[in-house]
């Protein structure tokens, strides 16, 4: 659907002429979202020019995480007060400022306006409405209970958002101290290091010590191949990146490398885990049966190794096998994870099991990576101390060294 343009001239509150450019479906929606501002329309022109097509295109999502939970919890709240959704999608429009969402809200609008139910709506925006909100919307309009499935929805993209914030300050922590480190390093290898070669030139035959030495030559090689250097890596970034993209099997074989690594494979992991486990418990404790909630799930999932065990669960299933056993066959499944599901097999309840999977992994999650921040920030701490160390011991060393040389 396409917004049409406007310009308008309008009095604010204070009766301060104001002038600017506004999308909307129609005139009545634009005077409408205006006068929700406070603004006393005087004019309003619709106008048309290649800029405003051009401006009108858009690459990837324009609904980020953030504002996918943010619209749930104020759709959830209109709902639940007892606004209808035609008209709470209406005022979530009329109130957004940012062109781009108030575009996407508007279309939601005007699909449920023509007929639609909410959930097709949804799916006509695939980049910024997840499969598993459609599917578990769809439920909701259903069995009646929009207003608490749009709520449950938004605390679920909450507490997922919540856990990978927690996972990639984690990572980025120990990337930044090596990045400080490195920085430290070139940065006196390049500018402070070549100056003592100069010193001690003005005295003869003085003997340079050989830790001095050693970071004076490798300073000297890095100036000299510098362009080398970084072209060297920038391929190197640039050829994995292809190969990552492109071929399925080295992609499939850099992520299960990258599960394997300490530490932040088992963050890799653990994110995965709570992915699979909240999925699974937000369909299945509406009632979606173990097949359906499973290829949903396949399609929310990116990371190609747990994409593969959910399809390998899948087809146990169908074969007759045990739901539980390709999470107890695969290395990369914590074992307290197939056990409990294995549990909730044997008891007949594996909606109720994966619930308490869900509550249990997103508590884990906050301690577990808590615990590695506190365990790798010392280590990459004594790291930076450690080249930062020895580089001024190879500074002092000359001095010391010509002291008794002269």
């Known amino acids: 659907m396409e917004l049409r343009n406007y310009r308008y001239t309008a009095y604010t509150a204070d009766k301060k002429l104001v002038k600017g450019r506004i999308e909307a479906l129609n005139r009545q929606v634009c005077i409408k979202f205006l006068n929700a501002k406070n603004y006393e329309v005087i004019k309003l022109t ?61 279309e939601l609008y005007q699909q449920i306006y023509n007929g639609f139910s909410f959930s097709k709506a949804l799916s006509y925006r695939p980049k910024e409405f997840p499969k598993l909100l459609i599917q578990m919307i769809e439920i909701g309009e ?118 394997k690594i300490p530490v932040f494979g088992e963050l890799i992991q653990m994110n995965n885990q709570v992915l699979i486990a909240n999925a699974l418990s937000q369909m299945m404790g509406k009632g979606i049966n173990s097949m359906d909630a499973l290829v949903t799930t396949e399609n929310v999932i990116s990371n190609v190794v747990y994409k593969e065990l959910i399809g390998k669960t899948i087809k146990y299933i169908e074969d007759g096998k045990p739901f539980s056993k390709s999470f107890e066959e695969s290395p990369y499944i914590d074992p307290i994870m197939s056990k409990m599901i294995a549990t909730g097999e044997r008891s007949g309840d594996i909606p109720k099991l994966m619930d308490n999977l869900s509550t249990y992994y997103n508590g884990v999650t906050e301690v577990r990576v808590e615990q590695i921040k506190n365990a790798l920030q010392p280590v990459l701490m004594l790291v930076v101390y450690l080249i930062v160390g020895l580089m001024l011991i190879a500074l002092m060393l000359p001095m010391l060294s010509l002291g008794s040389q002269l």
Do not use: C, W
């Not at 048309?48 to 759709?75: C, E, H, W, Y």
């Open 142 to 259: 259903i069995s009646g209970d929009l207003a608490d499935t749009v709520l449950r929805m938004a605390n679920y993209y909450e507490n997922s958002l919540k856990v990978s914030a927690q996972i990639k300050s984690a990572i980025r922590m120990p990337v930044i101290y090596l990045i400080v480190a490195l920085g430290i390093a070139a940065g006196m290898l390049i500018f402070v290091f070549p100056n003592i070669t100069s010193l001690f030139a003005a005295f003869g035959d003085a003997q340079l010590p050989a830790i001095t030495a050693f970071f004076i030559n490798a300073g000297e090689f890095m100036a000299e191949n510098a362009l080398y250097i970084f072209g060297s890596i920038f391929a190197i970034v640039f050829v994995i990146s292809g190969l990552n993209k492109f071929s399925p099997p080295f992609h499939e074989g850099l992520s299960k490398f990258l599960l």
């Open 46 to 106: 619709e106008y048309t020019n290649i800029l405003a097509k051009l401006d009108a295109i858009t690459i990837g999502a324009l609904l980020k995480p953030k504002d996918l939970v943010f619209f749930l919890k104020q759709l959830g709240a209109l709902l639940k007060a007892g606004i209808k959704l035609l008209p709470s999608l209406e005022l979530l429009s009329l109130q957004q400022e940012n062109r781009q969402l108030r575009k996407i809200y508007f």
